[in-house]
């Protein structure tokens, strides 16, 4: 991002963050990034001008928002490297490149001082145990500022040492332009006189542009609206109140058509970067357990049976749009959840009941978490539940036993399936209907509730009780719903309130509520791993091998599962050390 007042801020969608200002700021900014006088001395400074006592009262202090289940850091008993153990990665095959007098970043080292590139390296090598990726990041902080101040670098990755790898169509360079070709820059001019320096990255192949993370021949290019590009296929409104709707289509060809604008129960806002007619109040679709499902529009309705049938079907759009056909579907046996199936962007991933921490793509195992088809599908371990993402798609949720949440936002395709078609009414969502079809003949409608004794039901009144574990919960995600499973469970033969309440803790969480310590108030204890612990509020997603590398598909919210121990990472379901870290 660059500004007309001179200001420029970079960020490699990870780890590394750079601002440059003018010297016409010095001493007239704050913040973490210190106040630019010239003196390294008074940066560690609060926002009320105090000396910071360590760095986590430092970043605290300028904080400007919190992130659920974000903690500012270990309090006590935080990790620590000696320098003799420091010491182990100071060799080429890890740190020592960027202080080598004669190596690849001799050149730079009067520019800027590599010591405290060095040092993070260590630090960070130490901690992870030379995992490869942690060090290839550090170093490459260092090549992108010695690169932003034109000071040439010379080759530093190998084969067996920090190799890139680059999407298709796309190829590793040290030293390339900072200006690239793109769809914008062919469809607009784009200013690129001020630029001298280069950087190392992944760049179009010849004949190929970027379009967004992409790089595709000219005319698969998208559109440019008011300085704004859009990649082909992508339908948006290019402004509120949301009644014009726009396609670009092949060629560049933008195509707007007047709309009705949102609907009463909508408003023409921004979400996850989008504007459009959003509901004002999140819908889902919920498998509740004990065969109860809730749809999209809020029709409660029961089934049993041995059999499979469809969530949810996205229609492919028509081919100037290129809408990708999206299924999700549910295997069930007498009214318990076997499977859940999800069909996108031509991957079917399965996640099965009873598994955590992988599922299966196209028939092969995967651990999680992960990205597949270059980031449009995503699947990750949240808490003790699984997480799939559709880019521009449903969001599911699997607890592994009864429970399935299924978030949908919305779309240009009107839904089918059991979860209803989403238009706000819940009395056209029968199954039976002609928009959904029939449910298979193996599948049979339940009875309503059946009777429980006083005895019988006081097993579920503790998700109603205004002082109970789920208090906090209340005003987000009512109660009675769950509480009529939970009775179903209690009183149909099963017997088991637990997955009742795990359903209705999830969805509590999902929602933002808050949910207080319940497994021993409910009769429920969940039994973690070796070298891990139950968490009320786990983050697992954030805390694996996989992460080290890349940024994993996680979600904002936090939910209650297992954590490993301090210093260690999830590989799959077991805790391991840094440096056993696969690749």
Not at 502 to 530: D, I, V
Request: proline share 8%; aromatic share 8%.
């Amino acid at each position: 991002i660059t500004t007309d007042m001179g200001v420029t801020v970079t960020f490699d969608w990870y780890s590394y963050a750079r601002v440059i200002i003018p010297n016409t700021y010095a001493g007239a900014v704050c913040g973490l990034c210190g106040n630019a006088n010239g003196d390294p001395h008074d940066d560690f400074v609060t926002r009320d001008g105090h000396r910071a006592d360590n760095e986590t009262q430092l970043g605290d202090s300028w904080k400007v928002g919190d992130v659920p289940g974000c903690s500012p850091g270990c309090s006590e008993g935080c990790q620590v490297c000696s320098d003799t153990q420091k010491r182990a990665y100071r060799g080429d095959k890890h740190c020592g490149l960027l202080g080598k007098k004669r190596g690849p970043f001799a050149a730079c080292h009067t520019v800027i001082d590599p010591a405290p590139y060095l040092d993070d390296c260590l630090f960070d090598a130490c901690l992870y145990e030379g995992h490869q990726d942690t060090v290839c990041q550090a170093i490459g902080a260092y090549v992108a500022a010695c690169q932003s101040q034109g000071v040439a670098v010379r080759p530093w990755r190998t084969a067996a040492f920090c190799s890139f790898v680059c999407p298709p169509n796309q190829h590793y360079e040290l030293c390339g332009p900072t200006c690239p070709a793109t769809c914008q820059g062919e469809a607009g001019p784009q200013d690129c006189s001020d630029v001298s320096t280069c950087s190392e990255g992944c760049f179009c192949d010849p004949g190929f542009f970027r379009s967004g993370d992409h790089c595709v021949p000219l005319p698969q290019c998208g559109c440019l609206l008011e300085g704004r590009y859009y990649p082909r296929g992508v339908q948006f409104y290019p402004e509120p109140p949301c009644t014009r709707r726009c396609i670009c289509s092949e060629n560049g060809r933008l195509e707007c058509h007047p709309t009705p604008g949102c609907s009463s129960d909508e408003e023409c806002i921004v979400q996850d970067g989008v504007l459009g007619c959003h509901p004002r109040t999140c819908r889902q679709c919920q498998v509740l357990g004990a065969g109860a499902y809730s749809t999209f529009d809020g029709h409660l309705g029961n089934f049993g049976g041995s059999c499979s049938f469809l969530l949810l079907e996205l229609e492919r759009g028509e081919p100037e749009e290129e809408l990708e056909l999206i299924t999700v579907a549910l295997e069930q046996k007498d009214t318990e959840v076997q499977r859940v199936i999800v069909m996108a962007h031509g991957v079917t991933v399965v996640m099965d009941r009873g598994q955590q921490w992988e599922v299966t793509v196209d028939g092969e195992r995967h651990l999680l978490p992960l990205w597949l088809r270059g980031g449009a599908v995503g699947v990750a371990q949240v808490g003790s539940h699984r997480l799939l993402q559709v880019q521009g798609g449903p969001k599911i949720l699997y607890d592994g036993n009864t429970y399935v949440v299924l978030t949908l936002p919305p779309v240009s395709r009107r839904p089918r399936g059991l979860c209803g078609n989403f238009n706000g009414d819940p009395n056209d969502d029968d199954p039976n209907g002609e928009a959904l079809g029939s449910l298979p003949s193996n599948c049979t409608y339940l009875a309503p509730t059946p009777s429980c004794s006083p005895a019988q039901e006081q097993h579920c009144t503790v998700m109603e009780d205004p002082e109970g574990p789920f208090a906090g919960c209340h005003e987000v995600v009512p109660p009675r719903t769950y509480l009529v499973t939970c009775k179903r469970q209690v009183c149909g033969g099963v017997g088991d309130p637990c997955p009742s309440f795990q359903g209705y803790a999830t969805a509590c969480q999902a929602a933002g509520g808050t949910l207080w310590e319940r497994r021993e108030a409910t009769g429920c204890p969940l039994t973690c791993p070796a070298k891990s612990h139950y968490q009320l509020c786990a983050r697992t997603c954030e805390h694996t091998c996989a992460g080290v590398s890349a940024p994993p598909p996680c979600s904002e919210r936090c939910f209650e599962g297992c954590q490993c121990a301090e210093g260690l990472l999830f590989d799959g379901a077991r805790c391991v050390l840094p440096g056993t870290c696969g690749c």
